[in-house]
C-alpha cells in the first residue's frame, strides 16, 4: 500500500527535525531544540500502538505492518510534527536552534501523505483534523460528507451519524458495524410516522415520499422497503443467527450501505427531515 513511500516521508521528517516540535533533542547549551530524539519519539509511538514491534519508519522490514498500523503510524505522525524553523546558529556545535510552525508541518506532512495515496490507488485521506478516513465510493462521497441528520428523533440521528462516521472508517469491521447501524436506523425510521401499528406507520411513510401524483413509485418503494427489510434478516447484518448469511466480500458491504443510505435519505428528504 505504498509503505516504502510513507516510510521514507516519516523518516525524512525524523532527520530535519519536523517531530522535535514534540520530541526535541535539545541543545548542550540549554538554547533550545536542535532535531529530534528518534528515541523518544519511537518510545511514545510504541505506547500508543503497542502491537508495533520495530521501528516503524525502517525501509529493511521483510514484512511491513499491516494497513490499520500503518494508519495509526500516520494518525500518531501527524499529532506530532512541526515544520522547523531554524534560529540562530551555534557555531561551537555547528548546528541551528529550531522554533516550529505546528499548523504548518501538519499541512505539509497531510498533503505528503494524501498524494502517496493518491499515486497509489488507496482510497483513504489524512483530513484535516488528523484523523484517517476512508473514501466512499464518488456517487455517496459528497453526501456523507455534508449531510446532517435533523429528524426529529435524537436517537435516530445518532444511529445515521454513527453509521456514516464508521463507514468512512478504514477498519473493514468498522464498516462492518456501520452497515448494522445503519439498519437499525431503517427499523427506527420506519416507527416515526402517526399509525396505530408499524405497518400502518410505514404505508404514510411511503406514502409521503412518493407524494399523490406517483402511485407506480408508490410500488415500487413499497417493494424496495420489503426487500430491504428481507435483506437486513437473512443476511449476518443485525443478527447472528447460524441461518444468516456472512457478507464475504467487503465490497458487499459498500453496495448494501449504499443502497439503503440512498433509500433512506429519499425519506428523510420527502418528509422534511434532512
Same mark, same amino acid.
Given at each position: 500500500?505504498?509503505?516504502?513511500g510513507?516510510? %521514507?516521508?516519516?523518516?525524512a521528517?525524523?532527520?530535519?527535525?519536523?517531530f522535535?516540535?514534540?520530541?526535541?533533542v535539545?541543545?548542550?547549551?540549554?538554547?533550545?531544540? @536542535?532535531g529530534?530524539?528518534?528515541?523518544?519519539?519511537?518510545?511514545?509511538?510504541?505506547?500508543?500502538i503497542?502491537?508495533?514491534?520495530?521501528?516503524?519508519?525502517?525501509?529493511?522490514?521483510d514484512e511491513?505492518?499491516?494497513?490499520l498500523?500503518?494508519?495509526?503510524?500516520i494518525e500518531?505522525?501527524?499529532?506530532?510534527?512541526?515544520?522547523?524553523i531554524?534560529?540562530?546558529y551555534?557555531s561551537f556545535?555547528?548546528?541551528?536552534?529550531?522554533?516550529?510552525?505546528?499548523d504548518?508541518g501538519?499541512?505539509e506532512?497531510?498533503e505528503?501523505v494524501?498524494?502517496?495515496?493518491?499515486?497509489?490507488?488507496?482510497?483513504?485521506?489524512?483530513?484535516v483534523?488528523?484523523?484517517?478516513?476512508?473514501?466512499?465510493?464518488p456517487?455517496?462521497?459528497?453526501?456523507?460528507?455534508q +449531510?446532517?441528520f435533523?429528524?426529529?428523533n435524537?436517537v435516530?440521528d445518532?444511529?445515521?451519524?454513527?453509521?456514516?462516521?464508521k463507514?468512512?472508517?478504514?477498519?473493514?469491521?468498522v464498516?462492518?458495524?456501520?452497515?448494522?447501524?445503519?439498519?437499525?436506523?431503517?427499523?427506527?425510521?420506519?416507527?416515526?410516522e402517526?399509525?396505530s401499528?408499524?405497518?400502518?406507520?410505514?404505508?404514510?411513510l411511503?406514502?409521503n415520499?412518493?407524494?399523490?401524483?406517483?402511485?407506480k413509485?408508490?410500488d415500487?418503494?413499497e417493494e424496495?422497503a420489503?426487500?430491504? %427489510?428481507? @435483506?437486513g434478516n437473512?443476511?449476518q447484518?443485525?443478527h447472528?443467527? %447460524?441461518?444468516?448469511?456472512?457478507?464475504?466480500n467487503?465490497?458487499?458491504?459498500?453496495?448494501?450501505?449504499?443502497?439503503?443510505?440512498?433509500? +433512506?435519505?429519499?425519506?428523510l428528504?420527502?418528509?422534511?427531515?434532512?
Amino acid at each position: 500500500m505504498g509503505w516504502g513511500g510513507l516510510a %521514507t516521508l516519516i523518516l525524512a521528517r525524523v532527520d530535519d527535525g519536523s517531530f522535535g516540535a514534540s520530541y526535541p533533542v535539545t541543545c548542550t547549551d540549554g538554547a533550545g531544540p @536542535i532535531g529530534t530524539d528518534d528515541s523518544a519519539l519511537w518510545n511514545a509511538m510504541r505506547a500508543d500502538i503497542p502491537s508495533l514491534l520495530e521501528r516503524p519508519w525502517c525501509l529493511t522490514q521483510d514484512e511491513p505492518p499491516s494497513a490499520l498500523k500503518v494508519m495509526d503510524i500516520i494518525e500518531f505522525c501527524w499529532r506530532s510534527v512541526g515544520k522547523p524553523i531554524r534560529k540562530d546558529y551555534h557555531s561551537f556545535f555547528t548546528h541551528h536552534h529550531l522554533d516550529f510552525n505546528i499548523d504548518a508541518g501538519r499541512n505539509e506532512f497531510s498533503e505528503a501523505v494524501n498524494r502517496i495515496f493518491r499515486r497509489n490507488g488507496l482510497a483513504f485521506e489524512l483530513t484535516v483534523d488528523g484523523r484517517i478516513e476512508r473514501l466512499a465510493p464518488p456517487v455517496l462521497r459528497e453526501e456523507l460528507n455534508q +449531510v446532517t441528520f435533523n429528524t426529529g428523533n435524537a436517537v435516530l440521528d445518532g444511529m445515521l451519524e454513527s453509521a456514516r462516521q464508521k463507514f468512512l472508517d478504514p477498519d473493514e469491521a468498522v464498516r462492518r458495524d456501520a452497515l448494522e447501524k445503519l439498519w437499525d436506523a431503517w427499523e427506527r425510521l420506519k416507527t416515526l410516522e402517526q399509525g396505530s401499528d408499524k405497518k400502518a406507520q410505514v404505508t404514510v411513510l411511503l406514502d409521503n415520499a412518493a407524494g399523490s401524483g406517483s402511485p407506480k413509485l408508490r410500488d415500487a418503494l413499497e417493494e424496495e422497503a420489503r426487500v430491504l %427489510t428481507k @435483506i437486513g434478516n437473512s443476511l449476518q447484518i443485525r443478527h447472528s443467527e %447460524t441461518t444468516q448469511e456472512r457478507l464475504s466480500n467487503v465490497d458487499h458491504v459498500d453496495y448494501l450501505f449504499h443502497r439503503l443510505f440512498a433509500f +433512506v435519505q429519499m425519506r428523510l428528504r420527502a418528509t422534511g427531515r434532512i
